[in-house]
């Protein structure tokens, strides 16, 4: 059974930064899309960013320049730096995991394996 566990996630003031991270068992770690999505309440999920086995990353907009996703293979681990956060950044975060290629990876459906979520609160 593939499991994902998020943690990281608090509450900072805008320009401040967080590191999530996510821990993934259960799969062959390297063969996948780990990927990181944001919701807020009454809102679709939106992907923020994804990362391929062979290291290509592909960012929102809304994050390019400010966020970098990143993994480490031997601990299992993706991780989410977040820099020059924003108040519109405020969301639960979660951690999605899927195995094959796709051409859309930042897209919801795409994905079938998610963690719990971690909640970041941005102030202004």
């Known amino acids: 059974q593939v499991q994902l566990v998020e943690s990281g996630g608090g509450s900072v003031q805008a320009g401040g930064s967080l590191k999530l991270s996510c821990v993934a068992s259960?799969?062959?770690?390297?063969?996948?899309?780990l990927a990181w999505f944001r919701q807020t309440p009454g809102k679709a999920r939106e992907g923020v960013a994804a990362?391929?086995?062979?290291?290509?990353?592909y960012y929102a907009d809304s994050v390019k320049g400010r966020f970098t996703i990143s993994k480490d293979n031997a601990k299992n681990t993706v991780y989410l730096q977040m820099n020059n956060l924003k108040p519109e950044d405020t969301a639960m975060y979660y951690c999605?995991?899927?195995?094959?290629?796709?051409?859309?990876?930042?897209?919801?459906?795409?994905?079938?394996?998610w963690g719990q979520g971690t909640q970041v609160t941005v102030s202004s």
């Open positions: 990362i391929y086995s062979a290291g290509t990353t």
């Open positions: 999605a995991a899927r195995p094959l290629y796709t051409t859309r990876p930042l897209a919801e459906s795409v994905y079938n394996t």
């Open positions: 259960g799969y062959t770690y390297s063969s996948a899309y």
